[in-house]
Antibody, heavy 126, light 110 residues
Framework: QVTLRESGPALVKPTQTLTLTCTFSGFSLSTSKMCVNWIRQPPGKALEWLARIDWDDDKFYSTSLKTRLIISKDTSKNQVVLKMTDMDPVDSATYYC??????????????????WGQGTLVTVSS | QSVLTQPPSVSAAPGQKVTISCSGSSSNIGNNYVSWYQQLPGTVPKLLIYDNNKRPSGIPDRFSGSKSGTSATLGITGLQTGDEADYYCATWDSGLRADVFGPGTKVTVL
């Protein structure tokens, strides 16, 4: 049974760095094609993909946020950490960690998020 | 501003069919596989369709996906009140080297 759980502060001040941890079970991030993503959703707004770390330690970031994001993994602890610097009130959102199976072959890439955490609401306010 | 385009909303009566379009480009939909997600009010998104047209176990065959060129379509037949939700398409963008989500489409059952 695959589960993911996000943890981190519910409230951060503007300009601070947000650190979120995703603790997962039921799969290994050292297994081929396994990936963990961070996706966020401001209240009443759309999903926004932020970052992904793959089983082989490849890392990918949203173009618009890449200068502020760092994703890392600790395979032995089954954890993935996302750091987002210089937080602003517009970054207030529910942050989800989610597993995907992502790989490329034959010139095309497959990527589908099949398990999601419950999400953690982060509010940026002074 | 997403690189994928979806209509903001679609609606139909119970029992009818709706289709949701997702338009992109050769760097995303045109050369990669598309997935679709359903987000019921107040809940976590759920995978409906992957690899353009495949349904995960437990997803009823009322939900279907297709892709042609740089566009993909989600179809829902036998519309039910429980299908009222936001629906998102997603894919890999080879140029951006990033996953991308569409802006979402709200389905309303009249």
């Amino acid at each position: 049974q695959v589960t993911l759980r996000e943890s981190g502060p519910a409230l951060v001040k503007p300009t601070q760095t947000l650190t979120l941890t995703c603790t997962f079970s039921g799969f290994s991030l050292s297994t081929s094609k396994m990936c963990v993503n961070w996706i966020r959703q401001p209240p009443g707004k759309a999903l926004e993909w932020l970052a992904r770390i793959d089983w082989d330690d490849d890392k990918f970031y949203s173009t618009s946020l890449k200068t502020r994001l760092i994703i890392s993994k600790d395979t032995s602890k089954n954890q993935v950490v996302l750091k987002m610097t210089d937080m602003d009130p517009v970054d207030s959102a529910t942050y989800y960690c989610a597993r995907s199976t992502s790989y490329c072959g034959g010139g095309s890439c497959h990527s589908a998020v099949d398990y999601w955490g419950q999400g953690t609401l982060v509010t940026v306010s002074s | 501003q997403s690189v994928l385009t979806q209509p903001p909303s679609v609606s139909a009566a119970p029992g009818q069919k709706v289709t949701i379009s997702c338009s992109g480009s050769s760097s995303n939909i045109g050369n990669n596989y598309v997935s679709w997600y359903q987000q019921l009010p107040g809940t976590v998104p759920k995978l409906l369709i992957y690899d353009n047209n495949k349904r995960p176990s437990g997803i009823p065959d009322r939900f279907s996906g297709s892709k042609s060129g740089t566009s993909a379509t989600l179809g829902i037949t036998g519309l039910q009140t429980g299908d009222e939700a936001d629906y998102y398409c997603a894919t890999w963008d080879s140029g951006l080297r990033a996953d991308v989500f569409g802006p979402g489409t709200k389905v309303t059952v009249l």
